[in-house]
């Protein structure tokens, strides 16, 4: 096929989530002209921590300190899952490139170390991930050593309530309290949405008010906890304002999803991929997808133009998700990847989907499906060969993981999205200019 | 023609088009667009016209105006942008018609004062009034065939225009052609200059007319002897030749004097020469009167406006002035239809089945209304005209997104206009959707919705445009997450007071999952939405929201429409 192309590009990255993000980053970050397609807003799904490793192995719940010392035992125990194929140096630049482009587009992190960190979750559970925005930092070193600590909530915020988080972890944590005040402006307002409260603490009159509001309730706390309304665009600001206003440390509590928290970390990253230069076709869907072998460019067709339209690209990144994202979907018939119809790895029969019991701890084999790649992380088509020579996939729909049971589901995006455009890199440059 | 009737012909046509003039443009000071061009009086916008002129005169913006007058009024820039086939059209006709205008009507006046020695009958003029009118036939040929191939309907006084600007330029050719071939005309003229009575004596020069000049002599058979010739060219250098080069120059003409050459004869004993001039006289003082009730009339109009735009924006004039450019506008406007091509609201014109929609439409109506046409035409419908409605229907569904005033070849402030129709449509009991649809809650507009008998059996428009609202594809993955309403800034906004929105967008978005969009339809949050599109940017699921919510605009104007006259149901 001879697609007429009016745009041409060293890599398209199909998909939008952490996977197409963090390769659409790393592609630019290497000078490589890049191209994205697709709706970022199932990041918003997202909270802003991110996870590496947590789990190993599923089916003993083991839960790990040290994140790198989890992948050992992966690459030990499971050596075809994608994060076992990608090297710990690799892992840590992917990471610090991740943050540091993320601090720059308004959402900073607290130094990685080599540790996991424990996070409190709006129910009052207790989250474990590595990556901790340093607006919520704070809690973990409150849920750590347990000091008198206060936690705020609004009326109205109905997702989110400070009574039922004293009340799950209270027994174990004497000095936590909680109070509830009314949102300075919203009195009259029934039902609050956390975005509008997150954007009215941005002005200085409503956050003077809500700090004069919580300052009588410190009593003996050393520390503060809300729910993540601290500000959107200009969070870091505005937590800092609260942290002098009440001179104690300040964390934010995330939110259900879809949260502020996930919200700014949509904004951060659109943000973090567009200033490096690249085209984002965020409305836009790939309809079809097709190689030149002559010319070595892939030719993607978009649909969102009337009548479509054909970009080309000499590399491309399949960051669509499994089925949530729609990269795989699933049907009667059994698992099929949307766009390219590339053979998926799964159970031989739907009966084998799913254990007997649902909540069994080493995961439904359903969970584990996906695409095989080579060692490039190129997907195989029928015969086993990769597919086209510079096809990647990236992400969730690449098969035998699990990443939600052993959490590992930024670090699986992160990782392997690196991996992959630094084979595209060598690729580009073997093959010369094009 | 004996003189004393051109005369009169020509002072009677010239007279008509004078008043004419007059009376079109008092148009431009008596015709009121618009609730703020209410108050003025025709004396005082005559005033601020004046006003305006003079301060755009004695300001640094007359430096502009040579450069508009220019580019944009001699050389049609803008239209330029439009289409290079259209600007072709237009500038060979504007270039044809001016120079034949000044080089052949006006000769007495222009080309015998410039140039000494102009005969209409020497090189190069000969030439150049074939070449100007052909460039006027070529410019015609080009915009109708571009009116064509755009789809463009021809409108009647665009084709009076065009038939007599037609009968002009081919009676003149065909007289020119006649005159070359006709041996009367050869005879009188040589009975003027070589004074030879005998037909003997003229054989030379007959013989040389005939071989030169293409006269069609049906007496002369044979081959010419050439000393004949010699003689025949001697004597024409005598007596002819100071006032006649050869009409092959006149490329147009001469070919169809051959051609006529058989018929020349019966021609003569007709008196073609008289009747062929009669016709062309009088279709030029045809046009000449009927110029300002033409489409010609916009080459009075479309300078001004173009100028009157050089010289500034609307929004710097006073009102009186502001009412009278736009009552200018009626007259500049062509429908040239460049304007509808571009139309944002084009599918939707399309979709509704109503061109009322689009700028050329909405510029007739706008100027019907301030007319006082609109209330008395059309199916009466709650009183109003069902003309007025889809008037209203189209002046309220714009988006003001501004591209017909950006494109407009005559540089028509459209967005003013519409902006002033809409207000004399309010004044005329004819409010925006947005105003009546508010004025009773959605849940009310179900309940009529519900009562009506009409609401069930109406189908919904189809065709090519399938209903985003209707198609579950596009709302049921809808996961109630709230994304929709935490990014909303008319929630935000909205929130806490007293005209709170009624619905937030992802309760929009379930109650279509559920099958009830009749109890969106009137609801405050369709239209209060700002149509910013951050729900449709940051939906986690893809959901085209906004442009939902665009729809099911559309679609209450129209089905809310047929329900807003009837009495509350019991």
Redesign the interface.
């Given at each position: 096929m001879t697609g007429a192309s009016a745009e041409r590009y060293d890599v398209a990255v199909i998909g939008a989530g952490m996977a197409g993000m963090a390769a659409a980053l790393f592609a630019a970050e290497r000078g490589l002209s890049c191209i994205q397609i697709g709706n970022g807003g199932g990041i918003l799904y997202a909270s802003g921590l991110l996870d590496l490793l947590g789990v190993q192995p599923m089916a003993e719940r083991r839960m790990w300190d040290s994140p790198y010392e989890a992948l050992t035992a992966l690459a030990r125990q499971e050596p075809m899952h994608p994060l076992a194929r990608v090297d710990a140096r690799s892992i840590r630049s992917a990471f610090d490139t991740f943050i540091t482009a993320l601090g720059a587009a308004g959402i900073a992190y607290a130094p990685l170390g080599d540790r996991n960190r424990n996070v409190l979750t709006s129910i009052g559970t207790i989250k474990t991930t590595f990556g901790v925005p340093r607006a919520m930092v704070a809690g973990v070193y409150a849920l750590e050593a347990r000091p008198p600590c206060l936690l705020v909530d609004f009326r109205g915020l109905r997702e989110f309530s400070a009574r039922q988080i004293a009340a799950t972890l209270g027994r174990g944590w004497p000095g936590l309290r909680h109070q509830r005040i009314e949102f300075p402006g919203y009195e009259a307002v029934p039902e609050l949405y956390a975005a509008h409260l997150a954007r009215a603490l941005e002005t200085r009159e409503t956050r003077a008010r809500t700090i004069a509001l919580v300052k009588p309730l410190l009593g003996d706390a050393r520390a503060v906890g809300f729910p993540a309304v601290l500000g959107l665009a200009r969070a870091s600001e505005v937590h800092a304002a609260f942290e002098t206003g009440l001179g104690v440390p300040v964390f934010e509590i995330p939110t259900m999803p879809t949260s502020v928290p996930g919200l700014r970390f949509l904004w951060a990253l659109e943000e973090a991929v567009s200033a490096r230069g690249v085209r984002r076709r965020h409305q836009g869907k790939v309809r079809g997808l097709a190689f030149d072998g002559e010319a070595g460019t892939a030719v993607l067709t978009l649909d969102d133009v009337p009548g479509g339209e054909c970009v080309s690209a000499r590399a491309v990144v399949l960051a669509t998700g499994r089925f949530t994202g729609r990269g795989l979907i699933a049907d009667r018939g059994g698992v099929r990847e949307r766009i390219l119809g590339l053979p998926v790895y799964q159970p031989a029969s739907r009966e084998d989907w799913h254990q007997r019991d649902f909540l069994d701890p080493s995961g439904h084999p359903i969970n584990r499906a996906g695409l095989r790649t080579d060692d490039a992380w190129r997907p195989l088509d029928a015969s086993g060969k990769a597919a086209w020579p510079r096809l990647f996939a990236v992400g969730s729909i690449l098969a035998h993981q699990d990443w939600m049971r052993s959490k590992c589901g930024s670090g699986l995006a992160i990782a392997t999205a690196w991996a992959a455009i630094a084979q595209a890199d060598r690729q580009l440059r073997g093959t010369g200019a094009g | 023609m004996s003189p004393a009737l051109f005369q009169t012909l020509l002072h009677a046509s010239l007279a008509l088009c004078v008043l004419g003039l007059l009376w079109r443009a008092s148009a431009w000071f008596r015709l009121r667009i618009g609730p703020d061009a209410r108050a003025a009086t025709p004396w005082r916008r005559v005033l601020a016209v004046c006003h305006g002129v003079g301060a755009a005169l004695f300001s640094r913006r007359v430096l502009r105006l040579p450069g508009a007058l220019v580019l944009d009024v001699l050389l049609l820039r803008r239209l330029f942008a439009s289409g290079k086939l259209r600007w072709l059209g237009h500038l060979l006709i504007l270039a044809g018609f001016t120079l034949l205008l000044m080089m052949h009507a006006l000769a007495p006046l222009v080309s015998a004062r410039l140039f000494p020695g102009y005969q209409p009958t020497l090189v190069p003029y000969l030439f150049l009034r074939n070449l100007f009118g052909v460039m006027v036939l070529v410019g015609v040929a080009l915009l109708l065939f571009g009116r064509w191939r755009a789809g463009l309907p021809s409108r009647p006084m665009g084709a009076v225009f065009v038939a007599l600007l037609g009968l002009v330029l081919v009676s003149g050719f065909l007289l020119e052609a006649h005159k070359i071939a006709s041996p009367r005309a050869f005879y009188r003229m040589a009975q003027q200059f070589v004074g030879a009575a005998g037909s003997a004596e003229l054989k030379p020069l007959r013989a040389f007319w005939a071989s030169e000049f293409g006269v069609a002599f049906n007496d002369l058979k044979g081959a010419i002897a050439p000393d004949l010739l010699a003689r025949g060219r001697k004597l024409h250098g005598d007596a002819c030749a100071a006032c006649h080069t050869q009409p092959a120059a006149a490329f147009v003409s001469y070919p169809v004097a051959r051609m006529l050459a058989p018929a020349t004869g019966f021609l003569d004993a007709g008196g073609a020469d008289t009747w062929l001039l009669y016709l062309h006289l009088c279709a030029c003082f045809l046009g000449l009167a009927s110029l300002p009730f033409t489409r010609l009339f916009h080459a009075v109009a479309a300078p001004i406006s173009v100028l009157i735009d050089a010289a500034g924006p609307s929004s710097a004039m006073s009102a009186a002035g502001r009412a009278s450019r736009r009552a200018l506008a009626l007259d500049a406007c062509v429908r040239c239809g460049i304007c509808d091509l571009d139309c944002s609201v084009a599918p939707l014109a399309r979709y509704l089945g109503n061109p009322g929609l689009l700028p050329s439409y909405k510029l007739m109506s706008t100027g019907a209304l301030a007319g006082g046409h609109q209330q008395r035409s059309g199916r009466k419908r709650d009183g109003l005209g069902g003309e007025a409605l889809r008037a209203a229907e189209g002046a309220f569904l714009c988006t003001d997104c501004g591209r017909c005033t950006d494109r407009c070849p005559v540089a028509l402030d459209l967005e003013d206009l519409w902006a002033a129709g809409r207000g004399d449509l309010a004044a005329a009991g004819l409010p925006a959707p947005a105003q009546w649809i508010k004025a009773r809650p959605a849940f009310a507009w179900a309940e009529y919705l519900e009562a009506s008998p009409g609401a069930h059996t109406s189908s919904e428009p189809g065709g090519a445009y399938a209903l985003l609202s209707a198609d579950s594809r596009l709302f049921s993955r809808c996961v109630q997450?709230?994304?929709c309403?935490?990014?909303c800034p008319v929630?935000?906004h909205s929130?806490?007071s007293a005209h709170?929105i009624d619905l937030t967008p992802q309760k929009v978005m379930n109650l279509l999952r559920l099958g009830l969009r009749d109890l969106t339809l009137g609801s405050r949050m369709v239209w209060d939405c700002a149509t910013c599109y951050q729900c449709?940017?940051?939906?986690?699921?893809?959901l085209r929201v906004a442009d939902i919510m665009l729809e099911l605009r559309a679609l209450a104007v129209q089905r809310l429409g047929t329900v807003r006259g009837l009495k509350e149901p019991s």
């Open positions: - | 997450c709230q994304t309403t935490n990014v929630v935000a929130m806490g709170g449709q940017e940051n939906c986690p699921e893809g």
